[in-house]
């Protein structure tokens, strides 16, 4: 399955929103029609629908509900995460705690926000996901990994753990900060570099071990046993 891409129209970020609670929707719709750099092009009621409308609508960005008739929003998300080129997906989830934000991550979701998220953060994640960071709240990251991490799987532990050792020390140091939820500029502090050296090391890393984004970093440093559950290094 591939879905149209292209460059937004003008300087608007396209975004389709998919929940199965009109009210929800129609509450969001508001919030983004009221940006200057933001259009709602597309709504779904459920997993299925959403997979339609991408087929003939260029979107930038899903916001994509989990819990849902038909298909959910996990599975939907593995879908539209398949083909190289495809919209990012943001989760949006009820509990910040729970295993359906864990399961979109995996399936290449670049982040998830609570539905109660403040507008303005609402807003700035899909800035920022459509700049191609990932947002995960690192307080969240850390509570949410600590609680799943036993549920990952291992059998891709070993080969990755030979993809890691190929970084330099310096590029495992903030890998493991990465994994522990600190930002760019928290990780800066900590090692006393510039948060543009800490974001060359990040993209190094995402280069190295073939990561799509910083997401998969920090599943990735749980997988190998890096970093492990309690936010502490392996």
């Known amino acids: 399955m591939s879905f149209p891409t292209g460059p937004s129209s003008g300087s608007s970020i396209r975004v389709m929103l998919v929940d199965d ?20 092009v597309a709504e779904a009621g459920d997993g299925l629908e959403a997979l339609e409308v991408l087929r003939a609508t260029k979107v930038d960005v899903v916001l994509m509900d989990v819990r849902m008739p038909r298909l959910d929003g996990v599975e939907a998300t593995r879908r539209i995460c398949e083909p190289e080129e495809h919209p990012k997906v943001i989760i949006l989830t009820t509990f910040d705690l729970d295993e359906y934000a864990f399961s979109g991550l995996k399936a ?12 303005g953060e609402l807003l700035a994640a899909i800035r920022s996901v459509h700049s191609g960071d990932a947002v995960v709240a690192p307080s ?7 609680r799943f991490a036993p549920m990952l799987p291992s059998t891709s532990a070993e080969p990755r753990n030979k993809d890691v050792e190929r970084l330099t020390e ?18 800066a502090a900590r090692l ?8 060359t090391h990040v993209g190094r890393i995402l280069t190295k071990l073939n990561l799509r984004d910083r997401v998969q970093v920090v599943v990735l440093a749980y997988e190998t046993g890096l970093v492990r559950a309690g936010g502490g290094a392996g």
């Open 108 to 119: 290449g979701a670049s982040g998830f926000m609570l539905k109660d998220v403040p507008p």
């Open 140 to 146: 969240t990251t850390r509570r949410l990994l600590d």
């Open 21 to 40: 609670q009109v009210l929800l929707r129609t509450g969001f719709r508001m919030v983004l029609a009221a940006q200057p750099d933001m259009e709602v």
């Open 170 to 187: 310096r590029e495992r140091e903030v890998m493991m900060l990465v994994a522990q939820g600190l930002s760019n500029g928290e990780i």
């Open 192 to 199: 006393v570099l510039s948060e543009a050296t800490v974001k």
